[in-house]
T-cell receptor, first 118, second 111 residues
Framework: AAGVIQSPRHLIKEKRETATLKCYPI?????VYWYQQGPGQDPQFLIS???????DKGSIPDRFSAQQFSDYHSELNMSSLELGDSALYFC?????????????????FGEGSRLTVL | DAKTTQPPSMDCAEGRAANLPCNHS???????VYWYRQIHSQGPQYIIH???NNETNEMASLIITEDRKSSTLILPHATLRDTAVYYC????????????FGTGTSLTVIP
């Protein structure tokens, strides 16, 4: 079965550079979520989108932005990169609330994009 | 969404049942209990979820107390590949809101 696809899997950037991560959700899923996981830390929610509109917002820095496109894929744009941005970035997808019954709602995660800022 | 409390770490002998507890004393009536696990640096993996009835699937069983303030994830025959961090999450199902992961339980299955 198709899973959540993230690209690139690994990315190395210098401080103050920009980076873009891409996420392709499971077919028919219209909700995407972005998480950041630093070394030895738990996943931290950044932002989510449902039907191309921002659905929820977490601890996403102002230097980061994201959007969901008409084909439901999403991109996370990170500017003025700092050393502390080095982390695993996970994308997850799910069916939106209008498309599922009450007894569902699980998120399916991709394998992550590892960003290293030097 | 309600917050959860889990023990930071547990050990389990290979082949034995692993019982992972979770307290969610502030859970509200429309919040489900979800369990995920994360094997080292991989994407979190869905295990099971439930509202108030006990649930079982091919991976695990979920036991939810009658007052819904706590639950237990049971891996009936733990294998070395079950070594992972296990997260208990409570959340309203029909939203696009975040899953709050909390700190989880690091389960080590010992040969």
């Amino acid at each position: 079965a198709a899973g959540v696809i993230q690209s690139p899997r690994h990315l190395i950037k210098e401080k103050r550079e920009t980076a873009t991560l891409k996420c392709y959700p499971i077919p028919r899923h219209d909700t995407v979520y972005w998480y950041q996981q630093g070394p030895g830390q738990d996943p931290q929610f950044l932002i989510s989108f449902y039907e191309k509109m921002q659905s929820d917002k977490g601890s996403i820095p102002d230097r980061f932005s994201a959007q969901q496109f008409s084909d439901y894929h999403s991109e996370l744009n990170m500017s003025s990169l700092e050393l502390g941005d080095s982390a695993l970035y996970f994308c997850a997808s799910s069916l939106g609330p209008a498309d599922r019954g009450p007894n569902t709602g699980e998120l399916f995660f991709g394998e992550g994009s590892r960003l290293t800022v030097l | 969404d309600a917050k959860t409390t889990q023990p930071p770490s547990m050990d389990c002998a290979e082949g034995r049942a692993a019982n992972l507890p979770c307290n969610h004393s502030t859970i509200s009536g429309n919040e489900y209990v979800y369990w995920y696990r994360q094997i080292h640096s991989q994407g979190p993996q869905y295990i099971i979820h439930g509202l108030k009835n006990n649930e079982t699937n091919e991976m695990a069983s979920l036991i939810i107390t009658e007052d819904r303030k706590s639950s237990t994830l049971i891996l009936p025959h733990a294998t070395l590949r079950d070594t992972a961090v296990y997260y208990c999450i409570v959340r309203v199902a029909n939203t696009g809101n975040q899953f709050y992961f909390g700190t989880g339980t690091s389960l080590t299955v010992i040969p």
